[in-house]
């Protein structure tokens, strides 16, 4: 039998999963228990905190400081460069020819990277873009998440070597620069490509600020943690933002089935928008 270092009733459990759920639409389910126990630990061993118990009501009286801690510590920032690839093959050779068609009178395409962790997903749509299209087109990249965290690091663009596994020579050369001194072991990524990014934190739970129309919009392994009306909702959110005719890629294990109709599969985890 294990011996917990703090205890953790199911009381505790159902207090934090219900704020989880508030606060950032994620689905705990019964098996997440020792997850949670895990990742908040560190936060009562930062605050010299004994139990769960006192940590739900420091949340509950600490305000916003703690309770953007605590979303950092519950929120999942699995990324790197080129996270399934078809995406940014069908973005290079299929997507972005259409675009430079469709917008050019405007020369203006706008995009958005939703639940964009340490910026590894942004800055890879950035160097497809960078690759593919004129320098005189108006291009720029939205990329928003939850944790304020990995938005700094993305921010930063400072990543270690072995983010860079799989990336090509070339990619290599053209947008990384080695760290030296104390950063050896370390990339910078290319300023050209940190222009085209905006960081800004965002809860998709709560109100948008941008007004849109968007062109592309990346949405990926994110929705998987909510449950299926707040999926609904989310989906039709992202319709409205998009143009008729806008583009949303999702995770490679999700899909639109059953949950809205304004959009029509195009390739896998891919879609357009038809309504």
């Known amino acids: 039998m294990n011996i917990r270092e703090f205890e953790f009733s199911n009381r505790d459990f159902e207090a934090l999963r219900k704020l989880v759920k508030q606060h950032t639409g994620i689905n705990l389910s019964e098996h997440k228990k020792e997850m949670l126990y895990s990742r908040l630990a560190r936060r009562l061993r930062a605050l010299n905190l004994d139990s769960f118990a006192n940590y739900c009501k420091l949340l509950q009286a600490d305000g916003e400081d703690e309770l953007m801690q605590f979303m950092n510590s519950v929120t999942t920032n699995l990324t790197a460069f080129f996270r399934e690839p078809h995406h940014f093959d069908f973005l290079g050779k299929t997507l972005l020819p259409q675009l430079m068609i469709k917008n050019q009178a405007t020369k203006k395409l706008r995009i958005w990277s939703a639940g964009c962790a340490s910026g590894e997903e942004p800055y890879s749509i950035a160097m497809v873009i960078k690759e593919i299209m004129p320098i005189d087109w108006d291009v720029r990249i939205l990329a928003t998440d939850l944790d304020s965290n990995v938005l700094t690091r993305g921010a930063k663009g400072i990543y270690d070597k072995e983010k860079l596994n799989g990336i090509s020579e070339a990619r290599l050369q053209r947008w990384f620069k080695k760290g030296t001194g104390?950063?050896?072991?370390?990339?910078?990524?290319?300023?050209?490509?940190?222009?085209?990014?905006?960081?800004?934190?965002?809860?998709?739970?709560?109100?948008?600020?941008?007004?849109?129309?968007?062109?592309?919009?990346?949405?990926?392994?994110?929705?998987?943690?909510?449950?299926?009306?707040?999926?609904?909702?989310?989906?039709?959110?992202?319709?409205?933002?998009?143009?008729?005719?806008?583009?949303?890629?999702?995770?490679?294990?999700?899909?639109?089935?059953?949950l809205t109709t304004r959009f029509r599969l195009v390739q896998q985890t891919v879609y357009i928008k038809s309504a």
């Open 182 to 258: 104390t950063q050896v072991g370390k990339v910078q990524i290319s300023p050209q490509l940190q222009d085209m990014v905006a960081f800004k934190r965002l809860n998709l739970m709560h109100t948008w600020p941008m007004q849109g129309p968007l062109d592309i919009i990346f949405c990926r392994n994110v929705v998987i943690y909510f449950d299926k009306p707040t999926q609904r909702l989310l989906f039709d959110r992202f319709a409205n933002l998009l143009t008729l005719g806008g583009h949303l890629f999702i995770g490679h294990s999700e899909n639109l089935f059953q």
